[in-house]
Nanobody, 121 residues
Framework: QVTLLESGGGLVQAGESLRLSCVVSGRILRINVMGWYRQAPGKQRELVAT???????NYADSEKGRFTISRDNAKATVYLQMNSLKPEDTAVYYC???????????????WGQGTQVTVSS
């Protein structure tokens, strides 16, 4: 059993910052790609950023320069630093990870429950 637990969401004003965290727990052998996605009301879930086990990052164009993804492999944790937040960043933010579990010969993709980020104008 693998669980992803997000934290750090909340209500902020436009221009402020938030830092999201996601801890992966379970009988983990290896975590490959970790990432953040978001889903605004009435919209499809979309990519925010991903980071590989080696630290290579990928961002959606709208977040480049404002958001920074990072990870601490020793803590099985991925972070998303969000600066200069805009009202259009309002969404539920989901953590995602490709995890190989002890005793299982392949990795599987897992999702967290999500954390709400609301940016007021």
């Amino acid at each position: 059993q693998v669980t992803l637990l997000e934290s750090g969401g909340g209500l902020v004003q436009a221009g402020e910052s938030l830092r999201l965290s996601c801890v992966v727990s379970g009988r983990i052998l290896r975590i490959n790609v970790m990432g953040w996605y978001r889903q605004a009301p009435g919209k499809q879930r979309e990519l925010v950023a991903t980071i590989t086990n080696g630290g290579s990052t990928n961002y959606a164009d709208s977040e480049k320069g404002r958001f920074t993804i990072s990870r601490d492999n020793a803590k099985a944790t991925v972070y998303l630093q969000m600066n200069s937040l805009k009202p259009e960043d309002t969404a539920v933010y989901y953590c995602n990870a490709d995890v190989r579990v002890v005793g299982v010969p392949r990795e599987y993709n897992y999702w967290g429950q999500g954390t709400q980020v609301t940016v007021s104008s």
